[in-house]
């Protein structure tokens, strides 16, 4: 529908193309452009109400999906906003016009079916399943419901680790294939290429072509699914899935005290603070806290959730939420942190031994912020007047939040709401930098 941009051999853009999405607008309400070419992209779910003709070039297997693309056709508009884009129009639109170049109109449809053909499979199964050889259709599109499922839930990152383990191939464009090789349009395809380039070859040595093309379809799309990526895929399923059992509702069998609960928290515990000390020269965060304490200074945001969501990644149980409520049942701990990162640095800070017991980041920077105060005032002949504590209040909860502050971040809220770097320069003149250094090493020690 819109060009793409055109690259030189180096892969430089030299010249930008057009953006679907700005032409498709133009199409919906604009007298230009007056014809869109396109392969799927507007063929459901996209409505352009001016639309009064629609012009089949290509073949549609599915039932459910023709009767889509003409619904693309059906839709109603005042004569006003029709004018907007047909000035000629003298009534409202009252029909649409098919053009069917092809014979769409005529050929065999298909019943669409759902995808998902063994629910009661689970994804670890199928996945596997796929990795030994198995080629039936039940499998494939099963697991491309599933996939198309999750791609939904993941987030951006989650979506470029899976693509970095699939070769290079989004979640959406790995499930696409497993859904292309019993695609009926893509079989069709197949036979007809078999049949045209092979005309002097007997039907039976067509057939066998056909079906070696089909194979080799069928494995190009079963070749992304092993090991580590089945791992991957299995791992963040758990942490993103929720079960409702409808089924089975829970029944209270004892009122009381769980005796085994201690236990439970307990192993928990030794199992989150082992995870930590198997990863602890993997991630830079980690290196930090067990082996390099000067360097507390330098954790950023970025370092932090990188733990967790390594974490979560691989073991979703210990989830920082999962292992605070140990603490709890433990009555090891007392408030609630007021985000999942305070708390994994909390736990990590306990589970290393920085602090004796488990207190919440935000109460650790409190308290090491009233000591670097108090120090920096003691016998100094001028105190923080009353709008340099208003900053260093603000440096300090910002520290909490995002565990560092550099010059750069004054660019941002709440610092450019007060005037931003050069308001802290108007304040603390020379200081400023040495300030700054102290705060990200005071707060974190």
């Known amino acids: 529908m819109a060009e793409k941009d055109k690259k030189d051999i180096d892969g430089k853009v030299i010249e930008k193309g057009e953006d679907p999405k700005n032409t498709l607008a133009q199409f919906r309400n604009n007298y230009y452009p007056r014809i869109a070419v396109t392969v799927d992209m507007i063929a459901t779910g996209t409505d352009v109400k001016p639309l009064e003709c629609l012009l089949f070039m290509r073949d549609v297997k599915s039932k459910n ?40 109109t005529k050929s065999l449809k298909t019943d669409s079916r759902p995808l998902e053909k063994k629910p009661g499979v689970p994804l670890k199964d199928l996945l596997q399943a796929v990795a030994v050889g198995a080629r039936d259709e039940e499998l494939f599109t099963s697991l491309a ?13 989650e979506k470029s680790q899976f693509t970095e383990k699939a070769g290079g191939k989004s979640i959406s464009q790995v499930a696409k294939e497993l859904l292309n090789a019993y695609n009926p349009d893509v079989l069709e395809e197949i036979a007809t290429k078999a049949t045209t380039d092979n005309k002097d070859l007997s039907a039976n ?58 236990n439970k928290s307990t192993q928990l515990i030794k199992d989150f603070t082992q995870w930590m ?78 602090d004796s017991t488990l207190t919440t980041y935000d109460k650790t920077v409190d308290k090491n912020f009233q000591s670097w105060v108090f120090k920096k005032q003691a016998g100094a002949a001028t105190k923080f007047n009353e709008e340099q504590m208003k900053w260093l209040r603000m440096i300090k909860d910002y520290v909490i939040s995002s565990f560092h502050i550099e010059k750069d971040d004054f660019d941002l809220n709440p610092f450019n709401a007060q005037g931003g770097l050069s308001k802290m320069w108007k304040l603390f003149g020379d200081q400023t930098e040495t300030i700054i250094n102290e705060l990200n090493e005071e707060l974190a020690a």
Not at 217 to 244: D, M, T
Request: charged share 35%.
């Open 205 to 262: 040595d067509i057939a066998i072509i056909v079906k070696k093309e089909t194979e080799k379809l069928q494995n190009s799309a079963a070749k992304f699914f092993r090991g580590e990526l089945n791992e991957y895929i299995e791992n963040i399923r758990k942490s993103h899935e929720q079960r409702i059992d409808l089924m089975n509702p829970d029944e209270v069998i004892n009122i009381g005290w769980d005796k085994n609960n201690k």
């Open 277 to 354: 000390q198997d990863h602890k020269e993997e991630l830079v965060a980690l290196q930090i806290f067990y082996n390099q304490p000067l360097r507390r200074r330098e954790l950023t945001y970025n370092k932090i959730k990188e733990v967790s969501e390594k974490l979560l990644v691989d073991k979703p149980l210990l989830a920082p939420k999962n292992i605070w409520r140990a603490y709890e049942s433990l009555e090891q701990c007392s408030k609630a942190p007021k985000s999942e990162l305070i708390a994994i640095v909390s736990l990590i800070r306990r589970a290393c031994g920085i």
């Open 145 to 157: 419901s599933r996939l198309s499922r999750l791609d939904r839930q993941l987030t951006e990152k």
């Open 65 to 104: 999906y023709f009767e889509q693309m003409k619904g693309r056709g059906t839709r109603t508009i005042s004569l006003d906003d029709l004018k907007k884009v047909t000035p000629t129009a003298k009534i409202t639109k009252d029909h649409f016009v098919i053009v069917d170049a092809i014979g769409v």
